[in-house]
């Protein structure tokens, strides 16, 4: 049964997620109707969010790497399950929003800023 389902998921999750990514392109120029502050928020909330869960993982005594981990999933937007469910449950719903803020803007800058920022505040607690 592996074989068939491994195989499948696999495959349906790639162009699932390559769908996705060609349709951010296409609206990322539809950034400007997000507005600044729902950039803002994208942007700003992540942080928040991870600092919340180091302050409650450190409080915990988490090691190293699950305040790490802690503090990327509290960062991250959900980028697969919740986009996909809001553009089929809420067609009206506008998928210049959610699918910017997620994958545009909360995304790249969890990747090049958040997660190795996350790792050295957890580094610099030391638990």
């Known amino acids: 049964m592996a074989p068939f389902v491994n195989g499948v998921f696999k495959g349906f999750l790639a162009f699932f997620l390559l769908e ?38 450190w409080a915990l005594g988490l ?8 503090a990327v999933l509290a960062s991250s937007g959900s980028y697969i399950v919740v986009p996909a469910v809001v553009r089929y449950a809420i067609p009206e719903a506008r998928p210049s929003r959610y ?6 803007i909360t995304f790249p800058i969890n990747i090049a800023i958040g997660i190795p920022l996350y790792y050295a505040i957890a580094s610099a607690l030391g638990t």
């Open 99 to 104: 699918f910017t803020l997620a994958l545009g």
């Open 63 to 70: 090691t190293v790497g699950d305040l790490t981990l802690l």
């Open 20 to 57: 996705m990514g060609l349709l951010v392109a296409r609206q990322l120029r539809e950034v400007r109707d997000v507005g600044p502050f729902l950039i803002a928020f994208g942007a700003i909330v992540p942080f928040v969010n991870a600092a919340a869960a180091l302050a409650i993982g």
